[in-house]
Nanobody, 126 residues
């Protein structure tokens, strides 16, 4: 089992940047694929980005491709989401999640993820 905790959210103006971090407990962080999801008020949770266990593969929602970068540092048990060129529509609570799926995974479905963090608020003003 792994426990996840997000940090780095805040209030920024459109065009600005934030880096979110997700710290994991335990010694088995490298056995999990990791993902970032977000949920705005009144909307369903949506996929943002994912990264494979080794960090060799990354996946992005079309809405963030070219602006966001997911990375991980297994030595630090941490996954990151670098968010650049932020837009007001990026405003949401951002969640990190851990998945044991490693073969033929969609990466984008919340049901594939076994553990979730508590979320961190990102607000982008016009």
């Amino acid at each position: 089992q792994v426990q996840l905790g997000e940090s780095g959210g805040g209030l920024v103006q459109a065009g600005g940047s934030l880096r979110l971090s997700c710290a994991a407990s335990g010694r088995t962080f490298s056995t999990y694929a990791m993902g970032w999801f977000r949920q705005a008020p009144g909307k369903e949770r949506e996929f943002v980005a994912a990264i494979t266990r080794s960090g060799g593969g990354t996946y992005y929602a079309d809405s963030v491709k070219g602006r966001f970068t997911i990375s991980r540092d297994n030595a630090k048990n941490t996954v990151y989401l670098q968010m650049n060129s932020l837009k007001p529509e990026d405003t949401a609570v951002y969640y990190c999640a851990a998945s044991l799926c490693n073969v033929y995974c969609s990466r984008t479905h919340p049901g594939e993820y076994d553990y979730w963090g508590q979320g961190t608020q990102v607000t982008v003003s016009p």
